[in-house]
């Protein structure tokens, strides 16, 4: 039996969400706060209603993506709308915390409904692209019961826990590292910049230094994983090496007045680390540190650990 879906939110992404669908010949209904967006699905073969609820009605599968929890929490708490679920699957693909995929599917569950918490890695002009991954959490009985239909959205997309939250907090842990990356680019172009450098050239440097950077960054993850944080023999630089090099850059800093407020925090993990740990230690080692909490369980490396 084909499933019919409903595509609750036409802005950029519900847009691209439900013109995917109709693309692959998938029934799909389409419902839009500002009907006017749904004009070009409805061109497409989308069918829409006036009423929200209606909509829904005539689906199994719910995708919602609007512009953020609370604006999903008016659309489906009115009354015609969350009786209307009973029975339904309903994905939220709006962006937004685990706290909040967690109450969701709480609530979502209580109308009788089936719910998978999902996390679009991806933008618009990506969505029915092999390589596009939109991230699920929750029933994987509900994600593969749906799989053919969430390929269709991104052929890299992937149930990556049985927790409702988990799949927003990988969004959040994939784009943490994205940022990383970001604002170290923002403090290096400044470091290039003040010493005269084009940033052609640190961006045709930064090219050939990445495949090092990548290797670097991907040991950190394995190392941490099998908490292989003391120095050994296939560390690739320890800390107290990666230390000497950074204190470069506070001196940077310090003499062509740049911005320090985050050489500062790194700064103060690394001497955090090396105090624990001594300069032998890999840089994995600094890993217990950033979970926080009492400094018992930030651990201490011993270099038989
Ligand atoms: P958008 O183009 O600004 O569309 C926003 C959508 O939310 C529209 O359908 C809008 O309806 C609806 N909306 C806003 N406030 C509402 C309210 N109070 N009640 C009902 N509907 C409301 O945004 P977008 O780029 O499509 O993003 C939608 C979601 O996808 C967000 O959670 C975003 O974080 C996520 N996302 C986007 C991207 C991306 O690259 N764009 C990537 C990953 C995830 P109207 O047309 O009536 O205003």
Not at 56 to 62: G, K, M, R, T, Y
Not at 86 to 99: D, E, K, N
Not at 220 to 231: E, K, L, N, Q, V
Not at 259 to 280: H, K, T, V
Request: include cysteine; charged fraction near 20%.
């Amino acid at each position: 039996m084909t499933t019919t879906i409903c595509v609750i939110g036409a802005g950029r992404m519900g847009s691209s969400l439900a013109r995917t669908l109709l693309n692959a010949g998938r029934p799909t209904w389409v419902w839009n706060r500002t009907a006017a967006r749904c004009a070009p699905l409805v061109a497409l073969g989308a069918k829409t209603a006036n009423a929200l609820a209606d909509a829904v009605q005539a689906s199994e599968l719910i995708l919602i993506n609007v512009i953020d929890h609370d604006a999903s929490a008016a659309l489906l708490r009115q009354e015609a709308v969350s009786s209307a679920l009973s029975g339904r699957t309903v994905i939220q693909l709006t962006s937004g915390s685990a706290r909040l995929a967690r109450e969701e599917a709480l609530w979502v569950e209580a109308q009788g409904a089936r719910y998978l918490d999902g996390a679009i890695m991806a933008t618009p002009d990506f969505i029915g692209r092999p390589e596009a991954a939109l991230l699920y959490s929750g029933s994987l009985a509900s994600f593969e019961a749906h799989r053919d239909i969430l390929l269709t959205l991104g052929g890299r997309s992937a149930h990556v826990g049985d927790v409702p939250g988990q799949a927003s907090a990988l969004d959040t842990a994939l784009l943490t590292q994205m940022w990383g990356g970001l604002f170290g680019a923002l403090q290096g172009m400044a470091v290039a910049d003040a010493e005269g450098l084009s940033l052609d050239v640190f961006r045709d440097q930064l090219s050939a230094f990445k495949p090092v950077v990548d290797a670097a960054l991907y040991d950190t993850i394995d190392r941490t994983a099998a908490r292989r944080f003391a120095g050994d023999a296939e560390t690739l630089a320890s800390l107290g090496a990666h230390h000497s090099a950074f204190t470069h850059l506070l001196e940077a800093c310090e003499d062509q007045g740049l911005d320090q407020g985050l050489p500062r925090e790194m700064a103060r993990l690394f001497r955090e680390g090396l105090s624990r740990n001594g300069p032998e230690a890999d840089f994995a080692s600094l890993a217990p540190l950033l979970r926080g909490g009492p400094s018992s369980e930030a651990g201490e490396v011993r270099p038989d650990a």
